[in-house]
């Protein structure tokens, strides 16, 4: 039987105090540890045997991708298709692009479709401070124009997260507020 000792966080030492806990998502210890009580190991790219999607993993050097591939690409029948280029959630804080609901999420979506599936995975804060993980996003999104027709490219994030539009204008008046109380919030001491 699998031990689940993977899946518990590593018990603090004694002398290892709490400096900052974000609700469930993140702590942060003095020591410079950091927990992220609710992320679920991830998931290895590869065959999805219930829609045919082929995931792989691609480095894309500060940060990586997980590119998804209907079946009908696959097997070189699809016409030129539409890319998916999607944002998880987490609140740069938490999860990636292999967590398990992200990941089966794509699987679905571009079978479905069928369409391309760009799956970001950008770096997290406190490690890498924001901007880091927009940058990240606007990076992708420019390699993915670099290599696809712009009118078809669709940008998803999760449902509530709010921050594509950033993408979109990066330079617009509400964006620059909206990444400065962000950055302030999250970079906060």
Request: overall charge negative; proline content about 11%.
């Amino acid at each position: 039987m699998a031990s689940n000792t993977a899946l518990a966080p590593a018990p603090a030492p004694a002398a290892d105090e709490l400096l900052h806990e974000f609700g469930p998502l993140l702590r942060v210890y003095k020591s410079g540890r950091i927990e992220r009580p609710l992320v679920l190991p991830p998931v290895a790219p590869g065959p999805d045997p219930s829609t045919g999607v082929q995931s792989k993993d691609v480095d894309l050097g500060a940060y990586s991708a997980r590119l998804y591939l209907p079946p009908s690409a696959a097997a070189g029948t699809a016409a030129k298709l539409p890319v998916i280029v999607y944002v998880h959630g987490g609140g740069f804080v938490a999860e990636s692009a292999k967590s398990p609901n992200y990941h089966r999420f794509l699987n679905d979506l571009t079978s479905a479709c069928p369409a391309l599936g760009v799956s970001l995975d950008y770096r997290l804060a406190p490690e890498h401070p924001l901007p880091a993980a927009y940058d990240d996003c606007l990076d992708a999104l420019r390699w993915v124009l670099s290599a696809a027709d712009p009118w078809g490219v669709e940008l998803l994030e999760t449902d509530g997260e709010g921050h594509v539009f950033y993408l979109f204008k990066p330079d617009c008046d509400k964006a620059k507020e909206m990444l400065d109380r962000i950055v302030a919030f999250i970079n906060a001491p």
